[in-house]
């Protein structure tokens, strides 16, 4: 049990850090600022980063619990 379990969190921690280097910044310089700007006059943009922050979302709360798990067993 203690060996799956160790795997499983190698690997969620290996999607955890994949997922959040494809992520770009929140501030990109002028640009950032100018683009952080609009998008909160104009909403926020929909696609591909929505979904990278549901999924670091995920594998952050599975992350934490694998951990946790790892403590009791």
Same mark, same amino acid.
């Given at each position: 049990?203690?060996?799956?379990?160790?795997?499983?969190?190698?690997?969620?921690?290996? $999607? /955890?850090?994949?997922?959040?280097?494809?992520?770009?910044?929140?501030? =990109?310089?002028?640009?950032?600022?100018? @683009?952080?700007?609009?998008?909160?006059?104009?909403?926020?943009?929909? $696609? /591909?980063?929505?979904?990278?922050?549901?999924?670091?979302?995920?594998? =952050?709360?599975?992350?934490?619990?694998? @951990?946790?798990?790892?403590?009791?067993?």
């Amino acid at each position: 049990m203690s060996l799956v379990l160790t795997i499983i969190h190698v690997l969620v921690a290996i $999607g /955890l850090i994949v997922s959040v280097i494809l992520q770009s910044g929140k501030s =990109a310089g002028l640009s950032g600022a100018i @683009a952080g700007g609009a998008e909160s006059f104009f909403g926020r943009k929909k $696609g /591909l980063e929505e979904k990278l922050e549901r999924i670091t979302v995920i594998l =952050a709360v599975v992350f934490v619990v694998t @951990a946790l798990l790892s403590v009791l067993f």
